[in-house]
């Protein structure tokens, strides 16, 4: 693995960033965690590479409150063109 952010994918909408950080701590330092509100997804970066993919290896396709958790690591981020669009009203 590469990088040190994972992407956690299916998660139950009610989880929250803390409960999250609690879960992923037990694999290292959690650097930061980000959910996506009203998606079902969320980011969790790690201080070094080899802990993200210690949580990976450990968690990907294990129950988490109710749902089985899909995690991979995170690709970067593409740069989007502009939406257009007419949003005056």
Do not use: C, H, W
């Not at 009610?14 to 997804?41: C, P």
């Not at 109710?66 to 939406?83: F, Q």
């Amino acid at each position: 693995m590469q990088g040190s952010k994972l992407y956690v994918g299916n998660l139950q909408y009610s989880v929250g960033d803390d409960q999250l950080r609690e879960l992923m701590a037990n694999y290292g330092e959690v650097k930061s965690v980000n959910i996506i509100e009203g998606k079902g997804f969320g980011f969790v970066e790690f201080e070094e590479p080899d802990q993200a993919e210690a949580a990976m290896e450990a968690l990907n396709g294990t129950d988490f409150a109710g749902r089985t958790l899909r995690i991979d690591e995170a690709r970067p981020r593409k740069n989007r063109p502009p939406r257009r669009g007419n949003y005056s009203r």
